[in-house]
């Protein structure tokens, strides 16, 4: 965390930190107030969320079935569709790929034998200076359980790429980030839709992924 501190692309624009300090810290997050002149003299306080950079992973199994988490988020209160993803807040010196790999095996219990990096988003620029790196994984293979941690309360789904495509554009999966890691993929996921079988309970924009009242829980909620 801390990354640009001195922020010089802000300071050939016109804004000029005066000066920074820290209002909360954790493991995760850092909580940043600056106060900054912009050009003309007025002054103004930014405050944002220094974070670490996380991996997305988009899973497709060797039978061509996209792997999504349906995972509760306590902060809304609903169940959400997602694909794996974590920070790596607490990967020490490990790389992208590494973690990748990691967050694939905890969350879905599963290995890759191909793992691509298709690039990168900022999540929630105005607020957070995080980073996502996006990696498709192919030949999914399922080898244990998951291993999630007691905040995680996940199950799993399997749906056909198209359907996981059609999830993604239509809004059914609104995870912003997932979404948009799906939709990245897609110029590398033609081969998995050539003679595709779609059923009509694939694609039903009306399908409840996020539902308002928990059915069943895994674990403790996050």
């Not at 990354?3 to 940043?32: I, N, V």
């Not at 980073?131 to 799993?156: N, R």
Request: hydrophobic share 40%; with cysteine.
């Amino acid at each position: 965390m801390g990354r640009k501190a001195d922020k010089p692309e802000g300071a050939r624009s016109g804004w000029k930190l005066l000066r920074s300090e820290t209002r909360f810290e954790d493991d995760l997050q850092r909580l940043r107030d600056d106060e900054v002149e912009l050009a003309g003299g007025k002054k103004i306080h930014y405050a944002y969320l220094e974070r670490a950079d996380a991996v997305i992973v988009v899973p497709i199994t060797s039978a061509g079935e996209m792997i999504l988490l349906k995972q509760y988020r306590y902060t809304v209160d609903e169940w959400c569709l997602e694909v794996p993803g974590g920070g790596m807040h607490d990967a020490a010196a490990a790389d992208l790929e590494e973690v990748a790999r990691k967050e694939l095996r905890e969350e879905v219990g599963a290995t890759a034998q191909e793992l691509r990096a298709v690039g990168f988003f900022y999540p929630a620029n105005a607020m957070s200076d995080e980073t996502c790196h996006v990696f498709l994984a192919e030949g999914v293979e399922f080898t244990d359980e998951q291993k999630t941690e007691a905040s995680e309360t996940i199950e799993i789904e399997r749906v056909s790429v198209r359907a996981g495509l059609e999830l993604a554009r239509s809004g059914a999966i609104k995870t912003g980030p997932s979404a948009l890691a799906i939709l990245l993929c897609e110029p590398f996921l033609a081969r998995y839709l050539v003679g595709a079988n779609l059923t009509e309970t694939d694609t039903s924009p009306a399908r409840p992924w996020c539902a308002r009242k928990v059915r069943r829980t895994t674990g403790e909620t996050r």
